[in-house]
Structure formats: C-alpha cells, structure tokens
C-alpha cells in the first residue's frame, strides 16, 4: 500500500514523528515567493501543481494532509473522487486551520465532512470541530508524538557552562513578545528567540536587552543543538486552544519547560512545567528562577511526563480506524 502525506511547509516536526509509526511517505512542498498580492497566488498555483504530480505519479492508496491551507482538502477531494475512488484521506488538522480564512474557504467545511479521518491535535480543537459541524465519527484526538533525539549527530556548545533558555517563535500575534523582552530584563541568564524575526513588529518599543540574541532561521541540525544544550525551554501563546510545538520538543529533550497557563497547556504539561501569565513579566522572570533552584527535579518530572505521553499518544493512535 502506497501512503504519503503532504505538508506544504519547509518543515514540521510533527508530521515527522509521525512517520515511522504510520508508514507514510512524506512530501514537504515549499516554495518562497513571498506573500505580497502578486507572489501569493503563484506560490499557490506553483504548490497545487507539484502536488498533483505528486499524486498522480505515485497513485496513493492513503492520503495524509496537513491543514491548513484549506486548499489541500479540495486536492484531496478531486484526486479521491475523480482519479482513485478507494484512496482513504486523513487530514491533520493544525488547529490554525480554525481561523476564519481557512474555515471560511469556499467548501472547507462540507470538504472536512468527506474526509475518511480528522485528526484533531487536542480535546479543545476537537470540540471545537464537533461544534461547526464536523461528523463526530470521523474526528479523533491524536496529540503531539514525544520523540527520541538522535543525539549522536548533536553538536555541543562551546560555551558548555552557559545558562539559557530557547524561545523558538513565529513571531504570531498570538506570542507575547514583549512580556518575553521585559522579563530578560530581570533575568541575568541569556534569551535565545529562534524564527524570522523580521517578522517581530515592536508594538510597544520595548528595548531590547543585551542578554537576548535574535537567531533568525536556523537548520534542523542547528535548532536541534540550541534547544538540546538550553538550559530551559519556553513556549508562549494566548490561544487556549493551541498545544504548541515546542512544548513537545522540550519534553522530548527532558528539559525544563516554562509555558503559558493557558487550558491547553496546562492540561498537557501541568505536571511537568512552569505556568506563568502572558502579561507578566516578573511571572516568567520567577519562574525562570524557580526552574534554576530545582533543574534536575523540573527535568525528572519532565522524563516522567514523556513515558506518560507516549504511552497516552499509543492509545490514541491505536482508536484511528480508515478505510
């Protein structure tokens, strides 16, 4: 049985974990045209016709996508019902694809309702789904995968004794940067901000302090080092809903996690991390101090809540039935 999943992103950690259990081929389709009014179309058009010789040339029996954009479930839908009947479609559903943009899309909703399997990434997502309209029988919750490192090809610091703590970010409205800016300034271990931070709009002009360094996009390999040789690792949003990325990288790597008290979160991680306030920064700046009071204790807790994790993905994974 021929399986792929496509993604249309540079890179995303989660369809990679998931691979090796579900057996699929993957496909990252990036392009970078920009997203002005003239480039955005054609990265789309430039997108939609790899995919479709992707799809045509190696004929799928199952199709994993990953939403959004919305326009994958209208590929999946024409490839399905027009050229391979019997392909069964599992949509991963990143719980961005609930914005208005997306669920708004012409069909995106009726679209959803054809799929074989959603996977929603948490129960909050999955209510959500249920609550506009989606079939209850074809949504199942399937949370981030804790993976294992391969530490071997990890590159260390040439400063060994470095204390710091990794912020990776997408510089989205939903991050409270500012917050992040003001507690280093309490703070005397260093701030490492991963991401495009040209991106970074500096609303309230906050200074930024000596002790945080903008990494701008690094490679795998190089995002793996930073993270892997942090002292700490924080994760911050406003949306409840969200579970984010590297909260799961973090306890992948055992390490202390700092995060955002929202429901999600503390749902997933309240056993293991620092919950601090969005709008405080001494609420992070404390828990950056309580987390360097009790490293090994915070990272104990964090290994235990991985065995726990995984355990709990393998349950949930083992209840998602298809075609």
């Not at 392009?31 to 992707?54: M, Q, R, W």
């Not at 948490?122 to 949370?143: C, D, F, T």
């Not at 204390?163 to 507690?183: G, Q």
Request: hydrophobic share 40%; with cysteine.
């Amino acid at each position: 049985m021929k399986k792929i999943m496509v993604a249309w992103v540079k890179y995303q950690r989660r369809a990679d974990c998931m691979q090796e259990h579900w057996g699929y081929d993957l496909r990252h389709i990036h392009t970078s045209f920009g997203s002005s009014i003239i480039s955005k179309p054609l990265d789309y058009i430039v997108k939609i016709v790899k995919t479709f010789a992707i799809l045509f040339t190696e004929r799928p029996d199952q199709l994993w996508i990953q939403l959004p954009p919305s326009l994958l479930l209208h590929i999946a839908f024409i490839y399905k019902f027009v050229f391979k009947k019997d392909c069964a479609i599992i949509a991963d559903l990143h719980n961005s694809m609930l914005r208005d943009k997306w669920m708004k899309f012409p069909f995106a909703r009726a679209l959803l309702n054809k799929m074989d399997v959603v996977l929603a990434h948490n129960k909050a997502v999955s209510e959500e789904l249920k609550a506009l309209g989606i079939n209850e029988n074809i949504v199942h919750v399937l949370e981030d995968y804790p993976f294992q490192y391969d530490l071997d090809s990890v590159s260390k610091r040439d400063d060994q004794n470095e204390k710091y703590i990794i912020f990776p970010c997408s510089f989205d409205i939903d991050e409270p940067i500012e917050t992040v800016l003001k507690a280093a300034k309490l703070s005397d271990i260093n701030f490492y901000i991963t991401g495009n931070s040209k991106k970074f709009v500096n609303s309230d002009n906050v200074e930024i302090p000596k002790n945080v360094f903008f990494t701008n996009y690094l490679s795998k390999p190089e995002y793996d080092a930073l993270l892997l040789n942090a002292t700490m690792v924080l994760g911050m949003t406003t949306r409840q809903n969200v579970q984010l990325s590297v909260a799961n990288e973090g306890l992948s790597a055992c390490k202390p996690l700092i995060l955002s008290n929202t429901t999600t979160l503390r749902d997933l991680y309240s056993d293991a991390a620092q919950l601090i306030d969005n709008d405080d920064p001494e609420s992070l700046a404390g828990a950056i101090q309580k987390v360097l009071s009790d490293l090994d204790g915070m990272a104990e807790r964090t290994k235990t809540l991985m065995q726990r994790r995984t355990e709990r993905w393998k349950r949930q994974a083992a209840t998602i039935m298809y075609p």
